[in-house]
């Protein structure tokens, strides 16, 4: 111990307080809030104050609310929907577009441009084309004799169809991780593999998928703990209807919080949502250490 806080002395407490106001900001726009909020959860707490601890209550309440059982339902489903779809397109898109080309960099541009696009804009652009009346898609399927498919108002097709929204604007960010990915692995290697004849599949299996694995994790980590936190789609193309089909789970936190006053009861919903993005950025990470050792 001596010996540690001796090094410390040395060599630590002028790195600590160059990193000091760091630390201080993030303790107090993170730490706080989170530490608050685990708090809030096991009060009766609303909007005008009052609170009232009633220890985990709150959480037996969520657990005995089908309301929130369908949005956990729906988040998890969206989740799966959305994040595998991710990976292996913005993989096919990096490697079919891992190219010194104009038409490749264009093409990588017209990708990424829908991802800088605010969630507003992107919303009004999709209920231009989704909307049964008089939505691109409609105005079509009338043209050629065909019903509307009322894709935001069927409660089978609302959650798939703001998954597929999602992706289109989604895709962009991990496209550009994996190029980045991609252009990291020696140029040497796959001109080894061809001296070798190796086949296309073989190299993807044996060379790239190897190489840009951090990279893969990084992105799947990345989409999980993002798409559980959908909200704008849902709440500005479907205001979480028909019947709360696409209700996911911070819509439902939103609500609770803010239609309801119920702040204590959203502070545990929102406990719970952070406890399934921490499980499902950690999967991905278990998962390549198992394939590792396999």
């Not at 201080?24 to 730490?31: G, M, S």
């Not at 969630?119 to 509307?148: F, K």
Request: net charge positive; aromatic share 12%; glycine share 6%.
């Amino acid at each position: 111990m001596t010996g540690w806080l001796g090094r410390l002395n040395r060599q630590g407490w002028p790195n600590l307080l160059f990193a000091l106001p760091f630390l201080a900001v993030y303790a107090w726009l993170l730490i706080y809030p989170l530490l608050a909020g685990m708090g809030l959860s096991l009060h009766r707490a609303n909007l005008f104050g009052g609170a009232r601890f009633i220890g985990f209550e709150n959480y037996i309440r969520l657990f005995r609310d089908a309301t929130f059982l369908q949005a956990l339902a729906n988040s998890l489903l969206f989740v799966l929907m959305c994040v595998p779809v991710l990976v292996v397109l913005a993989l096919g898109l990096a490697l079919a577009l891992n190219r010194a080309t104009r038409f490749a960099a264009f093409m990588r541009s017209a990708v990424f441009a829908s991802s800088v696009l605010s969630v507003t804009v992107m919303t009004i652009i999709w209920r231009q084309i989704l909307a049964i009346d008089g939505g691109l898609l409609s105005h079509g399927a009338h043209a050629i004799g065909l019903p509307a498919v009322p894709f935001l108002s069927d409660p089978n097709l609302a959650l798939p169809s703001l998954a597929a929204v999602t992706v289109w604007w989604s895709l962009g960010l991990p496209m550009m991780l994996f190029l980045s990915a991609l252009q990291q692995v020696p140029r040497s290697v796959y001109e080894a593999a061809a001296l070798d004849r190796a086949t296309p599949w073989t190299v993807f299996r044996q060379i790239t998928l190897p190489a840009i694995t951090p990279a893969l994790v990084l992105v799947t980590a990345y989409e999980c703990a993002l798409q559980f936190q959908v909200f704008g789609q849902p709440q500005l193309l479907t205001q979480g209807g028909p019947n709360g089909a696409s209700r996911p789970l911070v819509l439902y936190i939103y609500e609770t919080g803010f239609n309801q006053w119920d702040i204590g009861y959203a502070a545990a919903a929102s406990q719970m949502l952070f406890a399934l993005i921490l499980v499902a950025a950690f999967v991905p990470q278990l998962a390549q250490r198992l394939w590792r050792r396999a």
